[in-house]
């Protein structure tokens, strides 16, 4: 029998506060949202299943159903090795995942970016941790556990080559539709926020050759036939790549996208002005904080005003932005979340997003938390989810930021703000070249 690897991921969106559970679920902006981003499926383990070798045979699991149903699902292909890629607000149902695939007796290795951070407290829990990336490794990864002898942790000594990344196995998602998929065009982030775990910790900023994101846009046109991608860069075009020749490769491959980008793009010509006719539809960017500028920022660091300005500028091309904003960092008081809420209403953004600061470990804030005694005690590894509060603020107690945050969710996303944003997204819409009648399926509240 070929020896089979079962990949599962436990990187959903997670909600743990009650009332951020019941807004999740009742208000459209809300809720629109956190169902595409939760039908995402995970890049990373898809990847790796891309660079398995012919000899072994790959399944792709999610952690959405039921535990004991997802282990039976597991269990039931018999596989001589579960690899699982975790976040930190799922990572104790990983654990207790890996636990009872352990009981069974069948090997479990354990990477991502939490695995990553904590790889002794992972080790507790699994046969093997993959400390970094994944496809470094996973050859021999895969050949030490055929042959029963598996580390007990691996380590890349190198950076991945994008240039040899494989195309992802979409196939393994079976019939099940997907709104979009994913397509990785860099890896990390040149900037170095203070919050921010995604741009160094899987290794130093790199763009992957333009031959490869060819490649991998056809296989997703081939699969989805929709053509809208969710690029999943942490700050695409903040590199020196060759503009001309990204910007026509998306652009024939007649794709829709939505990345990840800094303000700073809204200011380059030779960027905005072609980002609409690449296919880009929707940007997300950090504004971040006003009551706090993050440390690391580097150029990106500004006036909201100059933000602000720049992202009109992206959205006069026919580009949406979802403004990004972190609430509770050092400063922030109830009074700055207040204006904070009056500053996004009256703003001509065409998406918002709120998360409460969180110190994520492994990032820079984590470890000025945790060396001032401000992380809570009593908040394990499920209450970082970007909505819980997960440390002492500065100048409010937890309480009071965890429901002056509730109240600012309900401010933003009420049915007036969110219809507001609609229109103001649809009018944006309208001056993109390459959007029209398929405008509503883009609409995250339809
Ligand atoms: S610009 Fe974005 S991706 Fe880059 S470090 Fe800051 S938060 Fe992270």
Request: proline share 5%; charged share 25%.
């Amino acid at each position: 029998m070929a020896p089979h690897v079962a990949l599962v991921s436990f990187t959903g969106f997670r909600i743990r506060e009650e009332e951020m559970l019941e807004l999740g679920m009742t208000l459209p902006g809300l809720r629109g949202r956190a169902e595409a981003i939760g039908r995402l499926p995970s890049l990373g383990l898809l990847t790796l299943a891309g660079m398995t070798p012919p000899a072994w045979t790959c399944s792709y699991h999610e952690q959405g159903v039921e535990a004991d149903s997802l282990l039976e699902r597991v269990l039931a292909e018999k596989p001589t090795l579960v690899a699982i890629s975790a976040l930190t607000a799922s990572i104790n149902d990983a654990y207790l995942f890996c636990g009872r695939i352990k009981q069974a007796g069948v090997f479990v290795v354990l990477g991502g970016l939490h695995a990553t951070t904590r790889p002794q407290e992972a080790s507790r829990h699994c046969d093997a941790v993959v400390i970094g990336e994944g496809e470094p490794v996973w050859h021999q990864l895969l050949a030490d556990a055929r042959s029963g002898e598996l580390k007990q942790s691996y380590r890349a000594r190198l950076a991945f080559d994008l240039a040899n990344a494989p195309i992802p196995r979409f196939d393994l998602l079976g019939s099940e539709r997907r709104s979009r998929l994913t397509l990785q065009t860099q890896r990390g982030c040149p900037l170095a926020c203070e919050f921010c775990g995604a741009s160094r910790l899987l290794g130093p900023f790199r763009e992957k050759p333009v031959a490869g994101i060819e490649r991998e846009l056809s296989e997703v046109a081939r699969l989805s036939g929709r053509h809208i991608v969710e690029l999943a860069d942490d700050n695409t075009f903040a590199g020196n790549r060759d503009l001309d020749s990204f910007f026509e490769t998306l652009a024939a491959s007649g794709i829709r996208y939505f990345t990840e980008v800094d303000w700073r793009v809204g200011v380059r010509p030779e960027v905005v002005e072609r980002l609409a006719g690449s296919g880009c539809v929707q940007v997300l960017v950090g504004v971040e904080s006003l009551a706090h500028s993050y440390r690391g920022m580097g150029a990106k660091r500004a006036e909201p005003s100059v933000i602000m300005d720049a992202l009109s500028a992206i959205q006069q091309t026919g580009v949406a932005v979802n403004g990004c904003f972190v609430v509770g960092s050092d400063g922030e008081t109830r009074k700055s979340i207040e204006e904070l809420g009056r500053f996004i209403l009256e703003s001509d953004l065409a998406d918002v997003q709120l998360t409460l600061q969180t110190p994520f470990p492994g990032t820079a804030l984590y470890h000025r938390l945790d060396a001032s005694g401000r992380l809570l005690p009593d908040r394990d590894w499920s209450y970082y989810t970007l909505f819980d509060v997960t440390y002492r603020p500065q100048a409010m107690c937890p309480d009071e930021l965890q429901r002056a945050f509730v109240a600012l969710v309900r401010r933003v996303f009420d049915e007036e703000a969110s219809q507001r944003r609609s229109s103001i997204r649809r009018a944006v819409w309208r001056r993109h070249p390459r959007l029209g009648s398929c405008e509503s399926e883009l609409c995250f509240d339809s």
